[in-house]
């Protein structure tokens, strides 16, 4: 019997992502934007965290399958 997968999404936290786009006074959407496109940029004020990205990348991967 193969050993079994541990599950990489386990230790999301629901809602986080979309409480900082809230926070930030954009949508969901238009928040990954942002982060993606400031993400490791030095000229922005803007500089998400490491995690903050990764759920960017998450969601905009998640919303393309839909």
Do not use: C, E, W
């Amino acid at each position: 019997m193969p050993p079994k997968k541990s599950n990489p999404y386990a230790n999301l936290k629901a809602g986080a992502f979309t409480r900082q786009a809230k926070a930030s006074g954009m949508s969901v959407s238009k928040f990954a934007d942002h982060v993606i496109k400031n993400y490791k940029d030095k000229k922005s004020k803007f500089n998400p965290s490491l995690t903050t990205y990764r759920r960017a990348n998450f969601y905009k991967n998640l919303v393309k399958k839909k």
